[in-house]
């Protein structure tokens, strides 16, 4: 008994010890980070004078140089840092400028020599800053690094640093097929990568929207978003018929959204498409497109199984001016119980919101025509200052108020 009862002692006392040495540890490890820090805050401070220096250097036709003197290692880590941050806001010849610095200076060399180490750590650091400064050499070294990470935070950095510095699109588009394995809904985060590159990106958006990878394609559609590259059109017009449905839907948001003008019988076979979301986001155009030649199509899409396709064509029917209001009215007295609810909540709802400021002519006058329709096919309008029915309002199903 007392043998086991020493060695469960023992255990104790070693136990204490290595908790007591783990928070020393931990201890020096706070107190090293933080002088460090207040000693970077120093150096910032003390080169103050410098950056105002490059500032005004930026704008005046000379070569950009280092501060005089012998700079220690952290200092100069301080400068690299002002210097990729710059990078990052300017472009152009500004850019360019902080760029050959950051070479003259060493600062390249330096985390080009760093990335290849065999601590994880430094790795990692160097990733972040050769991307930062644009260093095409170090893409090689990054994309290797980037096929052994695993998914995570440190993936999409190594990624992004590899868009940022390479300057062939081929590495490019071998970056993305890496970067589409660590992850498999990552294609936004991957577009925002994709256009981080310097290069001129409509060639890379044509071939990823005609790349028989659906992954590929997905990215290339969500990069188009904010993009006007009248190029790939003729390569979106072909989405629009793809048969994944997540592609065709988003293929028919960017087509909908870039065409100024839509033939009928486009508008007819995307209306008759058999994806819902796709049917809804016509209904959608449709009215802020002010095409008031398809109110008879949606009219008929107030009958749709689908809410979202009732509710869009319901609200583009009610931009469409008087002629889509009336269709409206007309749905809330001979149509269908789905369609008489859509057309009456959606009618509710124009003549209160038209009906809240009469400062402008326009606003007073297009009011007025729809208060004159609402009259002819409902009797008395509806009071929008009190949200009620005035005495004697015939509603849709009889008049109550004998």
């Known amino acids: 008994m007392f043998p086991n009862l020493a060695l469960a002692y023992l255990f104790l006392y070693i136990c204490i010890a290595l908790v007591v040495v783990g928070v020393i540890l931990l201890f020096a490890m706070k107190m090293s980070h933080n002088g460090k820090q207040r000693k970077m805050e120093w150096y910032e401070s003390k080169q103050r004078d410098y950056f105002?220096?490059?500032?005004?250097?930026?704008?005046?036709?000379?070569?950009?140089?280092?501060?005089?003197?012998?700079?220690?290692?952290?200092?100069?880590?301080?400068?690299?840092?002002?210097?990729?941050?710059?990078?990052?806001?300017?472009?152009g010849e500004y850019r360019d400028k902080l760029i050959a610095l950051c070479r003259e200076s060493g600062f390249v060399e330096h985390d080009l020599k760093e990335l290849g180490r065999l601590r994880y750590g430094r790795q990692i650091d160097?990733?972040?800053?050769?991307?930062?400064?644009?260093?095409?050499?170090?893409?090689?070294?990054?994309?290797?690094?980037?096929?052994?990470?695993?998914?995570?935070?440190?993936?999409?950095?190594?990624?992004?640093?590899?868009?940022?510095?390479?300057?062939?699109?081929?590495?490019?588009?071998?970056?993305?097929?890496?970067?589409?394995?660590?992850?498999?809904?990552?294609?936004?985060?991957?577009?925002?990568?994709?256009?981080?590159?310097?290069?001129?990106?409509?060639?890379?958006?044509?071939?990823?929207?005609?790349?028989?990878?659906p992954d590929f394609v997905k990215v290339g559609l969500v990069a188009m978003w904010g993009q006007a590259v009248p190029e790939v059109m003729p390569a979106l017009h072909k989405l629009v018929g793809a048969e994944q449905r997540d592609v065709r839907a988003e293929a028919v948001k960017l087509y909908l959204s870039a065409s100024p003008a839509l033939r009928d019988e486009t508008i007819l076979?995307?209306?008759?498409?058999?994806?819902?979301?796709?049917?809804?986001?016509?209904?959608?155009?449709?009215?802020?497109?002010?095409?008031?030649?398809?109110?008879?199509?949606?009219?008929?899409?107030?009958?749709?199984?689908?809410?979202?396709?009732?509710?869009n064509s319901a609200e583009s029917l009610a931009k469409l001016g008087e002629p889509g209001f009336e269709a409206l009215c007309q749905a809330a007295v001979q149509g269908t119980n789905v369609e008489r609810e859509i057309a009456m909540q959606q009618i509710e709802s124009t003549m209160q919101h038209t009906g809240t400021d009469h400062r402008a002519v326009e606003q007073m006058i297009a009011y007025n025509k729809k208060r004159l329709l609402y009259d002819r096919y409902f009797g008395s309008p509806i009071d929008h200052r009190t949200s009620k029915k005035r005495t004697g309002v015939a509603t849709v199903g009889g008049d109550y108020t004998a």
């Not at 008759?272 to 449709?286: I, K, S, T």
């Open 52 to 91: 105002t220096y490059l500032q005004t250097a930026l704008t005046e036709n000379r070569q950009l140089k280092l501060p005089p003197g012998k700079l220690a290692p952290l200092e100069r880590r301080v400068i690299q840092n002002k210097l990729i941050e710059w990078i990052d806001q300017f472009k």
């Open 126 to 213: 160097a990733a972040y800053r050769l991307g930062g400064m644009r260093c095409p050499e170090a893409v090689p070294g990054l994309m290797e690094l980037l096929k052994d990470e695993k998914p995570g935070p440190m993936a999409i950095m190594i990624a992004r640093s590899i868009a940022r510095s390479t300057v062939r699109q081929g590495e490019l588009k071998e970056m993305l097929e890496v970067l589409l394995t660590k992850g498999k809904s990552i294609h936004h985060l991957a577009a925002d990568i994709l256009l981080e590159t310097s290069m001129d990106t409509s060639k890379m958006l044509i071939e990823l929207l005609e790349d028989r990878n």
């Open 269 to 311: 076979k995307l209306m008759q498409d058999a994806d819902p979301e796709v049917r809804a986001e016509v209904a959608q155009a449709l009215g802020s497109k002010h095409a008031s030649g398809s109110i008879p199509l949606l009219r008929k899409a107030l009958r749709d199984e689908d809410w979202r396709v009732r509710y």
